[in-house]
């Protein structure tokens, strides 16, 4: 049972670089979210998704783009890496966008912005 | 707009013993979800335990209770008969609506003394 895969786990890059982070979920569900994790600020959302083919913008969208193209999968692009966006990244699933339904998270991606 | 506020960086419990971590939330809406998460060294977010708005009876989940405080806008969280393996960061969380976003509070990290 894998449930949310994310990879890699941790990366280094350098400023200017772009990267692609991913995240699949194997539990047919519906929505899908990406957070970022900063000492001392909890989680934020990033970018999120209802379904395939919809995708909307959460608390700090600026320097990520997202596409969902199928149900599984929800990567998290960085079009040209910046020191601010280092952090460790998540991506949860949920049967649907109603708090009522668990999110499973993924393991976190490290990511250094050098 | 909506705010998680965990105002304890750091506590720490003498194993076997009770602890209590604070949260308060700040929101304008009637119906809504309360979590606490636990993340491990391993980054895994964990969900604890969950408190639906609409029920006045606290959750529990084994060790693990809540005093949920509507009126005050407080949800604590208290873990009895600690253990080694309870140390961890343990995270607020707040979810509303159909947008399945979660704002997080800032964190408290748990140390247990053996």
């Known amino acids: 049972n894998a449930g949310v895969t994310q990879t890699p786990k941790f990366q280094v890059l350098k400023t200017g670089q772009s990267m692609t982070l991913q995240c699949a979920q194997d539990?047919?569900?519906?929505?899908m979210s990406w957070y970022r994790q900063d000492p001392g600020m909890g989680l934020r959302l990033i970018h999120y998704?209802?379904?395939?083919?919809?995708?909307d913008q959460g608390e700090v969208p600026n320097g990520y783009n997202v596409s969902r193209s199928t149900t599984e999968d929800f990567p998290l692009r960085l079009l040209s890496a910046a020191p601010s966006q280092t952090s460790v990244y998540f991506c949860?699933?949920?049967?649907?966008?109603?708090?009522?339904?668990?999110?499973?998270f993924g393991q976190g991606t490290r990511l250094t912005v050098v | 707009a909506q705010t998680v506020t965990q105002s304890q960086p750091e506590m720490s419990v003498q194993e076997a013993e009770t602890v209590t971590l604070s949260c308060t939330y700040d929101?304008?809406?009637?119906?809504?979800?309360l979590f606490w998460y636990k993340q491990p060294p391993s980054r895994q977010m964990i969900l604890v335990i969950r408190?639906?708005?609409?029920?006045?009876q606290n959750a529990t989940e084994n060790r693990f209770s809540v005093n949920f405080q509507k009126a005050a806008k407080s949800f604590s969280l208290k873990i009895s008969d600690s253990q080694l393996g309870d140390a961890a960061m343990y995270f607020c969380a707040y979810g509303s609506g159909n947008t399945g976003k979660l704002i997080f509070g800032q964190g408290t990290t748990l140390q247990v003394k053996p």
């Open positions: 539990m047919n569900h519906e929505y």
């Open positions: 408190q639906e708005a609409y029920k006045q």
């Open positions: 949860a699933s949920s049967q649907t966008a109603n708090p009522n339904t668990e999110a499973f």
């Open positions: 929101t304008s809406e009637s119906d809504y979800y």
């Open positions: 998704s209802v379904g395939a083919g919809i995708t």
